[in-house]
């Protein structure tokens, strides 16, 4: 499955699309690989920004309309059958103006018609899409829960299909798959893909946003990552723990070393990779 990764990772590869590379040498993380940038979002390291993966994840402005875009989704448009699927990680803040998160549409630069919208409510996101309904998340938890919380969402998008959202994230130990009422009906060929603070909503929670990904797949999903996996070699184990102390005294872990998914890396991430250490169906990043 050839994926379309624009990941906010301190590795500058030759990736289909855009990428936000990290510089070690001028230790930089930069927007510069994206499409477009509106509205002057942060990226940086994680002193600065909350970062899900890697080293650099990105903070948009506080006001206004601030986002990146992509607009090169992988593979070529065939028309309106053609599927669209994506997951990121999106970083709640705190609650503030319902800002809209995510935005799919047909043309370059956000233009053309919508496809798909999500938006940050007080407890949870809410998916639009043309021609049908569909549910939306609520934290269960409660409201006050779902404020600084990494939450994974992936999407899949298909003129005259179901379209379904996967929602997890707060260490949930399972995830929430909302499906459309109806198949989408009018559906476009998805040309770009937006990924920040879209409309111009003051005061825009302190979110941040990491390792986005898209695919022309109908059938196979991308995924999350790991939690924990600090590493990144896809297995729960003490070095993660190690690079996790080493992470919060300032040697950057290059896999997830929020294993709380509350944004910080700090001890309790290290007892959470020891806790799920002591489980084995745990320690393989498949029970994640």
């Known amino acids: ?7 906010f990772t301190a590795l500058a590869l030759a990736l289909s699309g855009a990428s936000l590379a990290y510089s070690s040498a001028a230790s930089a993380c930069t927007t510069d690989a994206w499409s477009s940038v509106t509205g002057a979002p942060t990226a940086a390291e994680p002193n600065t920004v909350k970062r899900y993966s890697g080293v650099c994840g990105m903070q948009p402005a506080l006001a206004g309309s601030s986002f990146v875009t992509d607009d090169s989704p992988n593979g070529t448009t065939d028309g309106t059958s053609n599927p669209y699927r994506a997951r990121f990680y999106a970083f709640t803040g705190v609650n503030g103006n319902s800002p809209q998160i995510f935005r799919a549409t047909s043309g370059d630069a956000g233009g053309g018609t919508q496809a798909v ?31 600084n919380k990494w939450y994974a969402i992936e999407i899949f998008y298909q003129n005259g299909q179901p379209f379904t959202a996967a929602v997890r994230g707060n260490r949930a130990t399972a995830e929430t798959l909302l499906t459309s009422a109806g198949n989408v009906s009018g559906g476009v060929a998805v040309g770009s893909a937006s990924l920040g603070v879209i409309n111009a909503a003051a005061s825009t929670t302190a979110m941040a946003f990491d390792d986005f990904e898209s695919t022309r797949s109908a059938s196979s999903a991308i995924g999350r990552l790991c939690p924990g996996d600090a590493e990144g070699g896809g297995s729960i184990g003490a070095s993660d723990a190690i690079a996790i102390a080493n992470d919060f005294a300032g040697t950057r872990a290059t896999g997830q070393p929020d294993c709380t998914e509350d944004g910080l890396v700090n001890v309790n991430d290290a007892i959470c990779v020891a806790n799920r250490f002591a489980v084995p169906a745990q320690r393989t990043c498949s029970q994640n």
């Open 117 to 147: 919208l999500i938006t940050r409510n007080a407890d949870g996101f809410s998916f639009s899409i043309p021609g049908t309904t569909v549910g939306n998340f609520v934290e269960p938890a409660g409201a006050a829960a779902f404020n």
């Open 1 to 7: 499955m050839q994926l379309n990764a624009i990941r």
